[in-house]
């Protein structure tokens, strides 16, 4: 059975949240009382987005050549996407993040090839519409939940490896086959006794995918 690798985007990818970074640089003051409200679940993650980024008066371009200028990448990660090239193993990033930053930060790298699942963006002159293709009817705990992406997988006649950090990745990490796991997410595999990796580095992803 072929294994698939499902890599979160924001502190698995990059070195720091690049919402945050645009947020910061272009966003409205009031976004990180948004974010908590978000966090605190109430404010639900439809209008989250809508909340944060429909006050930016930037535009997509700006906000791109923003990302390109000041996104870094976690060492390692361009090694591991060309090791996965190589060898014909499917590696996809998959991410609540919205579609026009992820793109512009990987097209930076050289990594525009990879396929992504994020949140889809168009911009009106209404302001941002937001498009959540692998919403979950069964899975609401974020509403936009990223196990929709691991069932798709699994039902490809994959095993998924899944790479995270954060807490909206344990749902996905605990429908995956072997997981690796970094800051947040580490902490609330320890809790729930999950089986997981420590991702210090990708080239443990590297080393663990060479023994499949
Ligand atoms: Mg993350
Ligand atoms: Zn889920």
């Known amino acids: 059975m072929s294994i698939a690798v499902l890599c979160d985007f924001d502190d698995t ?10 947020l910061d640089r272009f966003g409205d003051k009031s976004w990180r009382e948004v974010r908590r409200q978000f966090l605190e679940g109430s404010i639900p993650p439809e ?5 944060q980024f429909n006050l930016i008066g930037a535009t997509r371009a700006e906000m791109q050549g923003y990302v390109r200028e000041k996104g870094r990448v976690r060492d390692g990660f361009p090694a ?3 090791y996965c090239r190589q060898r014909g193993i499917e590696l996809a990033v998959i991410t609540l993040g919205l579609d026009f ?6 097209e930076q790298q050289g990594l525009e090839w990879l396929p992504v699942y994020a949140v889809g963006t168009r911009f009106t002159e209404d302001g941002i519409q937001f498009d959540f293709p692998y919403a979950s009817k069964e899975c609401r705990s974020w509403g936009i939940c990223k196990c929709s992406v691991v069932e798709r997988y699994h039902q490809g006649g994959h095993r998924v490896l899944y790479i995270g950090d954060g807490r909206n990745d344990l749902c996905p990490a605990r429908k995956s086959d072997v997981v690796y796991a970094r800051g947040e997410l580490l902490e609330l595999c320890k809790k729930e006794g999950l089986a997981f990796q420590e991702l ?5 992803v590297i080393d663990e995918l060479e023994r499949h």
């Open 101 to 106: 930053y992820v793109q512009a930060f990987l």
């Open 200 to 204: 210090r580095e990708f080239q443990n």
């Open 13 to 22: 990818i990059t070195q720091e949240n690049v919402a945050h970074l645009i």
């Open 80 to 82: 591991l996407a060309r």
């Open 47 to 51: 209008q989250y987005f809508e909340r």
